[in-house]
T-cell receptor, first 117, second 115 residues
């Protein structure tokens, strides 16, 4: 069965410090991968998605970046954190079909709670 | 862009009773997918149920069922025989087959189950 891991589970960082959040998927190959942010009391905001190694699409302008160095690894980074980067970060994956743009179900990881002080 | 609206920020239900969570969406597309996700205090997002717009039959998963009204662009979730473990945030989501990588989420409904 497929599983998705995220770490760390919680993180407290000072403003201006760097960030690296990691997400890995097991039990599947060539997944589509996603990074979402959820601010307190808000819905989910798609930050990045990837359809393959080295292929990253950004949905919103920000001081965050994403990378996919391996097929089942997705990393969210920042060189200098802002207070507004605080939130709950969720990684998700979906099956990439042989044809078409994507499938209809996303599977989410346990999330990382980031607090920027 | 498509928008998803959940007009009930908070709902409560007595244990063993039935509750319905509302969701409406705005789209000009005829084919799409709709989802309900549950986010318990652990914060992990869990898929509850999904509905393909081309299917007229409402989706059902055990105690969870939907009332899909395509013309009204409404997609409500009914939870029957509510259990304490159902307490969570519930998010409605829309996915277009034309923008396969983009899910549009509502702002969520916080469900409290009263013992």
């Amino acid at each position: 069965s497929q599983t998705i891991h995220q770490w760390p589970a919680t993180l407290v960082q000072p403003v201006g410090s760097p960030l690296s959040l990691e997400c890995t998927v097991e039990g599947t190959s060539n997944p589509n991968l996603y990074w979402y942010r959820q601010a307190a009391g808000r819905g989910l905001q798609l930050l990045f998605y990837s359809v393959g190694i080295g292929q990253i699409s950004s949905e919103v302008p920000q001081n965050l970046s994403a990378s996919r160095p391996q097929d089942r690894q997705f990393i969210l980074s920042s060189k200098k954190l802002l207070l507004s980067d605080s939130g709950f970060y969720l990684c998700a994956w979906s099956v990439r079909p042989r044809q078409g743009l994507g499938t209809d179900t996303q599977y989410f990881g346990p999330g990382t709670r980031l607090t920027v002080l | 862009a498509q928008t998803v609206t959940q007009s009930q920020p908070e709902m409560s239900v007595q244990e063993a009773e039935t509750v319905t969570l509302s969701c409406t969406y705005d789209t000009s597309e005829s084919d799409y997918y709709l989802f309900w996700y549950k986010q318990p205090p652990s914060r992990q997002m869990i898929l509850v149920i999904r509905q393909e717009a081309y299917k007229q039959q409402n989706a059902t998963e055990n105690r969870f069922s939907v009332n899909f009204q395509k013309a009204a662009k409404s997609f409500s979730l009914k939870i029957s025989d509510s259990q304490l473990g159902d307490a969570a945030m519930y998010f409605c989501a829309y996915r277009s087959p034309n923008t396969g990588n983009q899910f549009y989420f509502g702002t969520g409904t916080s469900l409290t189950v009263i013992p």
